[in-house]
């Protein structure tokens, strides 16, 4: 009877423990299973936030990228980024010339070909040419005028001078040029430094042709503004004014961004009423009648937007504006011989520019033309440095410009001599930029 009571309290035990050990594990998988709902309710809760977020930024970027919210897609072009350094004969510049293994002479020549259908024609009558070379680091330089600020600097990879320029709402920089003709060419290279993806979306540096070259609004002006932001593609703004009147306000769609943040070159070409600007070799705008008809158009500025001046800066440097842009096929073809200061060079060196390519281009075009037609290509120096130096590189210069038209153009290295005159022969005084720049040049002699 005992062990009858015995085993009966141990079963009830068990039972007691099954019991307890059931509870206990029911309550063990209730309060993981919330566990797992709660994560999986935050999971859930994360996944629409970045999904929201990431909607949300789309929305932002077609806006802006629109220009007026359409939801037109950017279209992005081919770049090229290319670093075109000064042309000042005085200083020997050995970086760009063939290494070793010729890659050097290889990526020059890549560059070169990129080029190859730019049409840019620069001036052939230096208006105003400023490359800093007279005026000391820390000042502002002597020919120049502003509202605002700015200084010349140097950089350890552009040992070149440029002007800094700080952002304003009514910030110019005027060069000292007035009375510009209906037809002339603007060119010069941009530096920008501490762009990143925080770069603010009103962040433009804007070219003005102005019918006064004061620091107050002109009556007539045409200007493009083009963008350093990085977070979007903001594009190129085109603006006017005729007689107080706007009368064009578009912003050209344009992803630029991998262009800016490198080394770049601003061509612009202005033929009476029509504007036309390059941003290295391609064009970006051009507007038939952005200015207004006979009208004297005084000056240009330099107008910079939207940077922060703590961590970004943006520089101009190589600045020359030259009477002209004309056709020169029909003046070679007419006169038989041509003169242009437009084929630019490496410093110390025979390595062609590439925003050069519009003059050669057109060289081709005539030799292509005419079948018959064969040319001497006779290069000039500026008088800066040795004598026997600047003639052997008077002669290496035109030795490029005939290797371009072959290798880059296919014409037949029969039809083209060379020849190499240094300083010997100055069209003008060699004191000043503007005499040099007309010095260093390249003849096209009809045989």
């Known amino acids: ?44 809760e994360r996944r629409v936030e970045q999904e929201t977020s990431e909607k949300t930024d789309q929305a932002l970027d077609s806006i802006f990228e629109s220009g007026e919210g359409n939801g037109k897609q950017k279209q992005p072009l081919p770049t090229e980024n290319e670093n075109p350094t000064q042309t000042d004969d005085s200083v020997s510049n050995d970086q760009n010339e063939t290494s070793p293994s010729g890659t050097a002479k290889a990526n020059t020549a890549q560059t070169i070909k990129v080029y190859s259908k730019f049409d840019f024609v620069p001036g052939d009558t230096p208006i105003f040419v400023d490359d800093f070379s007279n005026d000391f680091i820390g000042d502002f330089p002597a020919r120049w005028n502003t509202n605002g600020s700015g200084e010349l600097v140097t950089l350890d990879e552009y040992p070149n001078k440029w002007l800094k320029l700080l952002p304003g709402y009514n910030t110019a920089y005027i060069p000292d040029a ?6 002339f060419t603007l060119e010069f290279d941009v530096l920008a430094t501490g762009l990143d993806k925080n770069t603010s979306s009103q962040s433009y540096l804007g070219i003005v042709v102005s019918d006064n070259n004061t620091f107050k609004k002109g009556t007539n002006f045409g200007m493009v503004e083009y963008s350093f932001c990085q977070f979007i593609g903001r594009g190129v703004v085109v603006e006017n004014n005729i007689a107080s009147k706007r009368v064009i306000r578009n912003e050209v769609n344009a992803d630029i961004r991998s262009i800016v943040s490198e080394k770049h070159h601003i061509s612009v070409a202005v033929n009476k009423e029509r504007f036309r600007l390059w941003i290295n070799e391609n064009k970006f705008i051009d507007v038939p009648r952005l200015l ?4 004297q158009m005084q000056g240009i500025k330099f107008k910079l937007r939207g940077t922060d001046t703590e961590k970004e800066s943006i520089l ?70 040795d004598d026997n130096k600047n003639m052997q590189l008077s002669q290496k210069r035109a030795e490029a410009v005939k290797d371009a038209l072959v290798t880059i153009y296919n014409v037949s290295s029969e039809r083209l001599s060379t020849d190499g005159k240094g300083e010997s022969e100055p069209v003008e005084d060699n004191s000043s930029a503007d005499g040099k720049a007309q010095n260093r040049r390249v003849e096209f002699i009809k045989l």
């Not at 207004?292 to 009208?295: G, Q």
């Open 1 to 44: 009877m005992k062990k009858s009571t015995s085993y009966l309290k141990q079963f009830l035990l068990i039972i007691g423990l099954l019991l307890v050990s059931q509870t206990s594990e029911a309550q063990f998988l209730k309060k993981l299973g919330k566990a797992a709902e709660r994560a999986a309710e935050r999971t859930v």
């Open 178 to 183: 007035t009375n510009l003709p209906e037809e």
């Open 292 to 295: 207004p008809s006979n009208t």
């Open 316 to 385: 101009i440097g190589n600045i020359k504006i030259a009477k002209g842009g004309i056709d020169l096929r029909r003046k070679l073809l007419a006169d038989g011989k041509i003169s242009t200061n437009g084929i630019l060079f490496d410093s110390g060196s025979a390595t062609i520019q590439p925003q050069s390519m519009g003059i050669i281009r057109q060289i081709y075009q005539v030799l292509q033309q005419d079948k018959s037609l064969k040319l001497k290509i006779v290069g000039h120096t500026d008088a800066d440095g």
